[in-house]
T-cell receptor, first 113, second 116 residues
């Protein structure tokens, strides 16, 4: 079935440390993998995305890696800051359904000062 | 408007009543999604529109839930005979989908539904 699994569900790090969140997907035809950040009481907002023709993408302290063979992708946040504390969601497009976007269960990241 | 707009922002309704939730997507966006987010939980897929058609309704929890989209723009999610377990934040998102290519999905602020 169509599924995106995300781990861990919660993650606590010290300020300045790195954080890694991992997701696996089931549809081998998926070709678009966005990551969203949701702060408390706010709407989810895109922080970075990657397409299946790329293995890695970086944007300042944030990077995403994709392993198509293993069907998993990861979010890496370096030099974490307290303002990085939020819930992070990964997602994958479901090509068999022409663009449907399925989200993982979310990771609550806490960055301790 | 510049973003995805949802109305109402908050809705309190009595159990058994029907409710309608509205989503105004970004102008020109072909794809429109509805998700449900219960307190502290993830984004549960409900339904997806491409234009006015809904290729996938598999996420609708029961036949009390229905949705439509008219003119390739505004969408309405209707919940009939509401139950307490329907209480959640209902989020709408829209994006451009070019054939096999997805682009960024922009979310609305959500409608917080409380069934009492």
């Amino acid at each position: 079935g169509e599924n995106v699994e995300q781990h861990p569900s919660t993650l606590s790090v010290q300020e300045g440390d790195s954080a890694v969140i991992k997701c696996t997907y089931s549809d081998s035809a998926s070709n678009y993998f966005p990551w969203y950040k949701q702060e408390l009481g706010k709407r989810p907002q895109l922080i970075i995305d990657i397409r299946s023709n790329v293995g890695e993408k970086k944007d300042q302290r944030i990077a995403v890696t994709l392993n198509k063979t293993a069907k998993h992708f990861s979010l890496h946040i370096t030099e974490t800051q307290p303002e990085d504390s939020a819930v992070y969601f990964c997602a994958a497009s479901i090509r068999s359904n022409t663009g449907k976007l399925i989200f993982g269960q979310g990771t609550t990241l806490q960055v301790k000062p | 408007g510049a973003g995805v707009s949802q109305s109402p922002s908050n809705k309190v309704t009595e159990k058994g009543k029907d409710v309608e939730l509205r989503c105004d997507p970004i102008s020109g966006h072909t794809a429109l999604y509805w998700y449900r987010q219960s307190l502290g939980q993830g984004l549960e897929f409900l339904i997806y529109f491409q234009g006015n058609s809904a290729p996938d309704k598999s996420g609708l929890p029961s036949d009390r839930f229905s949705a439509e989209r008219t003119g390739g723009s505004v969408s309405t999610l209707t919940i009939q005979r509401t139950q307490q377990e329907d209480s959640a934040v209902y989020l709408c998102a829209s994006s451009l989908v070019y054939g096999a290519l997805n682009t960024e999905a922009f979310f609305g602020q959500g409608t917080r539904l409380t069934v009492v």
